[in-house]
């Protein structure tokens, strides 16, 4: 167990929808980063976010967003969803703003039909 | 990702053999990390190489990293079925904002 904790683990919905996916990192640390994983393009680096803040952005469409909150856990909010947005994500955190020794979450897998 | 690439895509060993996995970034490496996963499951953090020439181990895990030839190696020595998952180099590399840019990872299977 990381110690990260995303949930849900899994999630089906239809396209043009909206969801929400959370993330609750480590104790201490105050990175947290999203990464979205499919088959055709592997890992990607979304966002990060330290200490309530966004600190870098990836490769993460005008669609999704995400913000940290004071209590530190994060949320990836994922807009008007196309097939093609069904994936892997996952969030990791590190204890400072360098993505090192991230640790990762289990990962929400999501399916838009 | 093209920028770093990991070498072989799959990998299929009898249990008790060693094997070796690559990755080779087009860039200059400032940090290279390793995972595993399991199919759909999360990434489990395995050694950070930071410097040229650094070389750990961790069980019968051996990473090291080749600054000249910003390369890393992943060595299994006496393969066991639990060694099994994939493996995903990631590295912190020139021009990336310092995140990690990830290779497109190495499914390994060990046959009992």
């Known amino acids: 167990d990381s110690g990260v904790t995303q949930t849900p683990k899994h999630l089906i919905t239809a396209t043009g929808q909206r969801v929400t996916l959370r993330c609750s990192p480590r104790?201490?640390?105050?990175?947290v980063y999203w990464y979205q994983q499919s088959l055709d393009q592997g890992l990607q680096f979304l966002i990060q976010y330290y200490n309530g803040e966004e600190r870098a952005k990836g490769n993460i469409l005008e669609r999704f967003s995400a913000q940290q909150f004071p209590d530190l856990h994060s949320e990836l909010n994922l807009s008007s969803l196309e097939l093609g947005d069904s994936a892997l994500y996952f969030c990791a955190s590190s204890v400072g703003y360098r993505n090192t020794e991230a640790f990762f979450g289990q990962g929400t897998r999501l399916t838009v039909v | 990702s093209q920028e770093l690439e990991q070498s072989p895509q799959s990998l299929i060993v009898q249990e008790g053999k060693n094997l070796t996995i690559n990755c080779t970034s087009s860039?200059?490496?400032?940090?290279l990390y390793w995972y595993k996963q399991k199919y759909g499951e999360g990434l489990i953090f395995l050694m950070m190489l930071q410097k040229g020439g650094e070389e750990k181990s961790h069980e019968k895990i051996t990473a090291k990293l080749d600054e000249k030839k910003q390369q890393s190696s992943l060595h299994i020595t006496a393969s066991q079925p639990s060694h099994a998952g994939i493996y995903l180099c990631?590295?912190?590399?020139?021009?990336?904002?310092?995140?990690?840019?990830f290779g497109s990872g190495t499914q390994l299977t060990v046959l009992p």
């Open positions: 990631g590295a912190d590399i020139e021009g990336s904002a310092r995140q990690l840019t």
């Open positions: 860039k200059t490496l400032y940090g």
């Open positions: 104790s201490g640390d105050l990175s």
